[in-house]
């Protein structure tokens, strides 16, 4: 197991993720693992530093998440957030309490001693609190280090244990200076260098990637999204190119002109392409299911089918690279402490019993900005780099209910209109994801003096950085209007669009 300088317990914070991204931003690396975690597991990351996340839960309650007991005899630093704090204050001798009053939002910090973990950090700085219990008296050994208006023990420390803890959330963006807090705590209390940083990690998965495969051959299925485009050219790196067997299956569940847009651009690469055309099969399959859990199983399913007999082809196919990415392993499985299941992903998860090649997963600790990052220290060109997500189900998933030929023509056109109006008026590099979801709702309309009674198209637009939260992207009208009037002008089967103003959470960004 490879070195971790920073381990985050996960309590099933829905900010947990956020403290991993602010300190691989910061250069230090660290990884998130269950509050349950074994302790030898633990160890073997030789962990600099442990932080505790934040979690629904209450530490007083009788099924209360509990870590090892061993964290606390391992000597390093430990910092607590929140309910992080809140285990810290109670197993040394404090008492946490339900408070009069749940403090959610804005508070100002305000500090009570001078502290490495403050500095260059300003006093009387904007943090966010969420919390629904409080410390009501300190553990033995602690003293105050912060406080705010409503919380006297917003931070406290034990400097002889190196522990720290405060009820504020340093990792969301409203804390102002949390940043500074967690590189501060890295830093300056773990003695972290910053060398997390995309160079370096491209040169571990290429060496890892030479290791694993050896002389072997390696099945890369690719879509023409960034994840994928950005496996084939690490592996392109890593190993000879006629180890590479990079295949393209067109499942019919692609956006308008997709499948020729992705081999001029595996051309363009000078990379060797295996084209299957396997609509027929994957709406075969499709028909009739409109379960969003039992449509992406099915597609899963199949793809492993049509990998599998390409793979039979070929001699020496041994592997099978996939773009899995943090948040799908995250989103997929309930590893991560006792977070939910949001949904299953496609590549998530392992292969079959029957399948006789093993998994290459080169950006499975990473999220979606860091492949992007990536991509460019592989020298993939910026276009390549800058394509919206996609999902690997396709448009199965932006069509609700049942998968029909009227129904993909519907989204696929609705689609490409708005990517076209978006490009025309610059708004396609300022969001970062967008596109139509068919509602397969029908309203009554009206064209010219004709009733009409025909589809809804939704258009989803949001602003994120890594996918695990995002808001909706605040367009001008004039270009959702726009949009709008080409889409039910030029589109036979729609009389109606709207635009999806939620933000995640509480939804999730794709509609299933």
């Not at 993720?17 to 269950?34: D, N, T």
């Not at 860091?370 to 999902?391: D, Q, S, T, Y």
Request: hydrophobic share 40%; charged share 25%.
């Amino acid at each position: 197991m490879k070195h971790v300088p920073i381990v985050v317990l996960d309590f099933g914070s829905q900010y947990t993720q956020l403290i991993a991204r602010k300190l691989r931003e910061s250069g230090v690396y660290c990884e998130i693992v269950p509050y349950r975690e074994n302790i030898e597991d633990i160890k073997a990351r030789t962990p600099k530093g442990i932080i505790l996340s934040g979690g629904p839960a209450s530490v007083y309650a009788e099924d209360a998440y509990k870590p090892s007991e061993d964290i606390w005899e391992l000597n390093i630093p430990i910092m607590g957030i929140c309910y992080g704090m809140q285990l810290i204050t109670q197993h040394f001798g404090g008492e946490v309490v339900s408070a009069n009053h749940h403090e959610y939002g804005k508070a100002k910090l305000s500090f009570s001693v001078e502290n490495d973990i403050f500095n260059g950090m300003s006093d009387d700085e904007i943090v966010w609190m969420s919390h629904g219990d409080r410390v009501e008296t300190l553990p033995n050994g602690f003293d105050v280090i912060a406080t705010s208006e409503n919380s006297p023990y917003a931070g406290i420390a034990s400097v002889d244990k190196n522990i720290y803890a405060f009820q504020f959330h340093p990792e969301v963006h409203h804390s102002v200076e949390g940043t500074k807090l967690l590189k501060n705590f890295s830093k300056h209390i773990c003695g972290c260098d910053s060398t997390w940083n995309m160079g370096g990690f491209a040169k571990e998965k290429i060496a890892q990637i030479k290791a694993q495969v050896g002389d072997k051959k390696v099945l890369c299925g690719v879509s023409g999204g960034v994840d994928s485009s950005v496996v084939a050219r690490i592996l392109n790196e890593a190993l000879d190119k006629e180890q590479i067997i990079c295949v393209f299956v067109d499942q019919g569940l692609l956006r308008k002109d997709e499948a020729k847009d992705v081999q001029d651009m595996f051309k363009m690469l000078d990379m060797n392409l295996i084209t299957i055309d396997a609509q027929k099969l994957f709406l075969d399959k499709l028909e009739g299911i409109s379960d969003p859990e039992t449509k992406r199983k099915v597609i899963g399913e199949t793809f492993i089918e049509v990998f599998d007999k390409e793979a039979k082809k070929h001699t020496a196919v041994a592997f099978l690279a996939q773009g899995t990415l943090y948040t799908d392993v995250i989103e997929s499985v309930s590893v991560k402490g006792p977070s939910k299941t949001i949904k299953s992903h496609h590549n998530v998860g392992g292969l079959p019993d029957w399948m006789t090649f093993e998994l290459v997963e080169p950006l499975r600790e990473i999220f979606k900005d860091e492949v992007r990052a990536l991509g460019l220290e592989l020298g993939l060109p910026k276009k390549m780099i800058g394509r919206h997500p996609f999902p690997g189900p396709g448009l199965a998933i932006r069509t609700m209910g049942a998968v029909t030929d009227d129904g993909l023509r519907l989204i696929r056109e609705s689609d490409a209109i708005m990517q076209e109006e978006l490009r025309a008026t610059g708004y396609y590099d300022k969001v970062w994801q967008a596109f139509t979801v068919l509602l397969n709702v029908q309203s009554v309309g009206v064209m010219g003096d004709n009733r009409t009674y025909d589809n809804t198209v939704c258009v989803r637009m949001v602003e994120s950085v890594d996918g695990m939260t995002a808001t909706f992207a605040h367009v001008p009208h004039d270009v959702l209007e726009g949009i709008s009037r080409r889409i039910i002008n030029e589109i036979d089967g729609i009389n109606r669009v709207v635009y999806d103003i939620s933000s995640k959470p509480p939804a999730t960004i794709e509609w299933e």
